[in-house]
């Protein structure tokens, strides 16, 4: 046949995907790094694919010789061994199409996002969260290597296309193993029925895999406009620098004038404030008194998604209250189990108080749906080295670091459980990696850590800059690890200091502190020493996990 003969072309990626018999995913990938044999036309306003099958079966013939066949790498992601493939599933991020996708691709991230919180409310199928899945878009990996990296079963694709106030959505049902289609369609309505033609495309997912979804929550139909702020808002929170919270706090607040009685943006506005801490802009009182006040404004408002419980328990965290962040994120995780920041906030929040084997189900929980977070990569490790069983933790610091290695933090983990278990050359290896970051607070910490290991001893100014620096004193992570610093120095009076503020900021890990924490053997004669143990036990005695 020849090339040219009309009956011999494919005239879209879902043509040509189909005669493949794999994904629209899996056909692009081919094209851009095996030579699939695709060619385009372009128009005014848009371009076209087609290709011809003649080319399409000789192109397969090539690729079947042996000389072409080679093993893919695998992936050193893992997810922990009790997930199931057959009952998990990842919801990829849909593709923008569009004429300004850097000003709405938003869009296509929020509809994502919905889709995915509709599935997560069911127990039975493990639905992989937004953090991890966002970290997958144009990804190069088919179908199977997914499957087998996320071990998940089952993958929902699709596009999202807009023009003018209309929407068009194309999605379908990817069984992982085979990467066959299970289930496809496409979506059209104006942009109004976009929340419709989510619920729809849960439901078809749902219905194909024979799960069931908890009724929605009636209420007032969700506003348009309030939900595209919402998603605006979103895009630049996540980039954690001053100018964009501060931008995502401008639209939060000119949504609310516009949409006073909408406590999604209201509890949106309130953890952006709360931002400014964590990435450490604003440590002053402000930011934690303008999330508190939102959040008392939210009191006895209907919750159905567990926000305002999930910010309650932020809140109390930001405070030292751990107590009082165990009770509102277990309310949380009533309402919405899969919620990876809930999960890992309330393991982190039992292994400080000592609760390590409580935490653990939650660990996993968190990993099996949020694997490509590096931060819940060491969560195994964190429990592991709270109750004293620090070489079993050295393999989850290192998985940690690994995934993302100019992380000053994942940085500065691993050189601590690098010292604690004496891998003194290994340490100061990675310590080398810091100095790019001089100054910063991890660099002075692991500059303190090091000092323990034979390198050079600190000045008298880095100790005054560690007592001078607010973001020591926003939550236990610093003070606890600058208390085994100065304890590994034989520094007990700096040592005490730190870790009392620890204890303030509700580290409480009495069972660690009373025997098992090899930095601080030169404290354990002191008085001053046993006096603070004797308060920690009695907030561990009367702590309720």
């Known amino acids: 046949m020849s090339a040219s003969s009309r009956s011999d072309r494919l ?6 995907a189909s005669y493949l018999g794999r994904s629209v995913r899996t056909a692009r990938r081919w094209e851009a790094e095996e030579g699939l044999p695709v060619h385009r036309h372009q128009h005014r306003a848009a371009g076209s694919v087609f290709a011809f099958v003649s080319e399409i079966d000789d192109w397969r013939a090539s690729r079947s010789s042996p000389s072409r066949r080679a093993e893919r790498p695998q992936s050193k992601t893992r997810i922990v061994a009790t997930a199931k493939p057959a009952e998990g599933l990842v919801v990829l991020p849909f593709r923008y199409i569009g004429p300004r996708p850097e000003d709405e691709e938003y869009l296509a991230d929020g509809f994502t996002d919905e889709v995915i919180t509709a599935l997560s409310k069911q127990r039975r199928f493990r639905v992989i969260s937004r953090t991890s899945a966002m970290t997958l878009r144009d990804s190069a990996r088919d179908a199977p290597t997914l499957g087998r990296d996320l071990s998940v079963g089952w993958i929902v694709d699709g596009s999202l296309r807009i023009q003018g106030e209309r929407l068009r959505v194309s999605t379908q049902l990817i069984e992982a193993a085979t990467d066959r289609s299970a289930w496809s369609e496409s ?30 929550p009636s209420g007032p139909r969700r506003d348009l406009d309030a939900w595209r702020c919402l998603q605006q808002a979103r895009r630049e929170s996540l980039r954690w620098r001053q100018e964009a919270i501060d931008r995502a706090v401008r639209l939060l607040t000119n949504g609310l004038r516009e949409h006073p009685e909408d406590n999604e943006l209201r509890a949106a506005l309130a953890r952006a404030h709360l931002q400014y801490r964590e990435a450490g802009l604003d440590l002053g009182p402000e930011p934690l008194a303008r999330a508190s006040a939102i959040a008392r404004e939210l009191e006895g408002q209907e919750d159905p998604r567990g926000t305002a419980a999930q910010l309650r328990g932020w809140i109390c965290y930001s405070k030292g209250d751990i107590q009082g962040a165990v009770r509102e994120l277990r309310e949380t995780l009533t309402v919405d189990w899969n919620n990876p920041d809930g999960l890992a906030l309330l393991a982190n929040c039992l292994i400080i108080s000592g609760r390590a084997g409580q935490a653990r189900p939650l660990i996993e929980q968190a990993l099996s749906i949020d694997p490509l977070t590096p931060l819940n990569r060491c969560m195994p490790g964190w429990a592991d080295a709270s109750e004293g069983r620090f070489e079993e933790a050295l393999g989850p610091y290192r998985e940690m670091f690994e995934m993302d290695p100019a992380n000053p933090f994942g940085r500065l983990f691993l050189l601590w459980i690098l010292t604690l278990t004496g891998r003194d050359e290994e340490a100061l290896e990675i310590a080398e990696g810091f100095a790019p ?12 850590f090091v000092s323990t290991l034979g390198g050079p001893d600190v000045t008298e100014s880095l100790h005054g800059a560690l007592e001078r620096e607010p973001l020591t004193a926003t939550s236990d992570l610093f003070p606890r690890l600058l208390a085994q610093a100065y304890g590994l120095r034989g520094d007990a009076e700096r040592a005490l200091h730190w870790l009392e503020l620890a204890m303030d900021n509700g580290y409480i890990n009495h069972p660690l502190l009373a025997s098992r924490d090899p930095t601080l053997e030169h404290l354990r004669d002191r008085p001053e ?9 009695r907030r561990w005695d009367a702590f309720e996990a």
């Open 11 to 16: 005239e879209s990626w879902k043509e040509i």
């Open 187 to 216: 979506f059209t309505g104006s942009l109004e029925e976009i929340f419709d033609i989510q619920e729809e495309i849960a439901a078809r997912v749902s219905h194909s895999l024979q799960i069931e979804l908890p009724d929605s």
């Open 437 to 448: 970051m001089a100054g910063s607070l991890p660099a002075q910490v692991a500059d303190l």
């Open 529 to 537: 020493f046993r006096a603070l143990l004797q308060e920690i036990k």
